[in-house]
């Protein structure tokens, strides 16, 4: 009965949190939602960005999912602020879980992941711009504790 509770409290908190971007996003005309593939997505995922932010920079969570070495679906999220150019481009950093290692376990039999975090630099452009959506695209760099790689993100903001 209280995890049944506890869950119904999570998702009317979870309402009652996003309803409150989305009032304060149609005061400012805000694209606050954005899906695509990128370090700064999580993998493929989506970044939801908080209202809060002003001219010169806003402040953004990701939550998506990497396909680790083993084929399976890990989990991956971060926060990042960008810092809006002109109007049509942008430069994100973001932090959080930059790829997912996996190693099979032979005592066990299974995989086991590993999430490696890490810090990326971004460059997104808006190369398709109406009043409902944008198409970003850009390059990234990574840098982890094992790895430093270039990346290209591809989104589509609402």
């Not at 939550?63 to 994100?92: K, R, T």
């Amino acid at each position: 009965m209280s995890t049944r509770f506890f869950g119904l409290k999570t998702l009317f908190f979870l309402i009652f949190f996003f309803s409150s971007f989305l009032a304060s996003a149609n005061e400012r005309h805000y694209r606050y939602f954005e899906i695509g593939f990128g370090v700064e997505y999580g993998g493929i995922g989506s970044k939801v960005f908080f209202p809060y932010g002003n001219e010169y920079f806003d402040i953004f969570i990701s939550l998506g999912a990497i396909v680790s070495d083993g084929d399976e679906l890990n989990m991956a999220s971060g926060i990042g602020i960008e810092f809006p150019i002109g109007g049509v481009s942008s430069i994100n950093i973001y932090s959080g879980v930059s790829d997912v290692t996996s190693t099979y376990n032979q005592f066990l039999a299974k995989w086991e992941s590993e999430k490696i975090y890490g810090i990326s630099v971004s460059y997104q452009l808006s190369i398709v711009s109406s009043e409902n959506y944008s198409i970003e695209v850009g390059p990234s760099y990574t840098i982890t504790s094992q790895d430093s790689y270039p990346f290209l993100s591809l989104g589509l903001r609402f």
